[in-house]
């Protein structure tokens, strides 16, 4: 199983991005997905997350109102729709997707993460 990311780039403050992420692998059932992020010297942090089968998300407090994540079963694709962008949201994101049913706890755990993508840089200017 691949998961591969698209769509980081460079953007202005106040301006937005569309982060995909498509899953490419037979036989896989996916029970939830989540977009994570890091700073260089920084933990890898969940900013969003969400169920493959019910309608679950978690967004993480700075980008609650901002971002908005969404999948595509057909596609076998998820999404994060990044609005309002912020410097500080200048990070690597990365795609994530476990086997294990969703709740909380898990999705913001990345050692709970059973495949990852290779990232993609988002770089947000002042």
């Known amino acids: 199983v691949q998961l591969i990311e698209s769509g980081g780039g460079t953007v202005q403050a106040g301006g937005s991005l569309r982060l995909s992420c498509v899953v490419d692998?037979?036989?896989?059932?996916?029970?939830?997905m989540a977009w994570f992020r890091q700073d260089p010297g920084k933990d890898r942090e969940c900013v969003a997350a969400?169920?493959?089968?019910?309608?679950?998300?978690y967004y993480q407090d700075p980008v609650k109102g901002r971002f908005t994540i969404s999948r595509d079963n057909f596609k076998r694709t998820l999404y994060l729709q990044m609005d309002s962008l912020k410097p500080e949201d200048t990070a690597v994101y990365y795609c994530?997707?476990?086997?294990?049913?969703?709740?909380?706890?898990?999705?913001?755990?990345?050692?709970?993460?059973?495949?990852w993508g290779k990232g993609t840089l988002v770089t947000v200017s002042s």
């Open positions: 969400i169920s493959w089968v019910d309608d679950f998300t």
């Open positions: 994530a997707a476990t086997r294990a049913n969703y709740a909380e706890e898990v999705v913001i755990d990345q050692t709970k993460m059973d495949y």
């Open positions: 692998g037979r036989g896989f059932t996916m029970y939830a």
